[in-house]
């Protein structure tokens, strides 16, 4: 009777300390979640973040090619050459420069 006493008594103990760490788990486990879920939000936060700057740098590449484009055809129309009659203007071309060619070799003959 003592034994079974005493196996009783273990087993009581046995139960109330399994209790007690599945109390103490549950309690962690409530501590991790909510820190998980800081870091997810912190996590979601950032990757928002970051697609909003990829698209800001997508949008300004975009506009500086369209600059880029547009300076390029404004040196293609405008003639600068000190001796032309178009000088500034916006429909001058390439035959300016034999334009002046044609000065240069009258000049020279």
């Known amino acids: ?17 399994l209790a007690a760490a599945e109390e103490k788990m549950a309690a962690m486990n409530q501590r991790t979640t909510a820190a998980d879920s800081k870091w997810e939000a912190r996590v979601k936060e950032y990757e928002a973040r970051l ?37 500034g203007s916006t429909n001058a071309s390439n035959d300016c420069v034999s334009d002046l060619w044609s000065l240069f070799s009258f000049f020279s003959v």
């Open 1 to 17: 009777m003592i034994r079974a006493n005493n196996a009783e008594r273990r087993l009581a103990n046995a139960q109330n300390q």
């Open 51 to 87: 697609r909003a700057a990829e698209e800001k740098v997508k949008r300004e590449r975009q506009g500086y090619k369209e600059r880029v484009v547009e300076l390029e055809n404004q040196m293609k129309c405008v003639c600068f050459c000190p001796l032309c009659p178009r000088l």
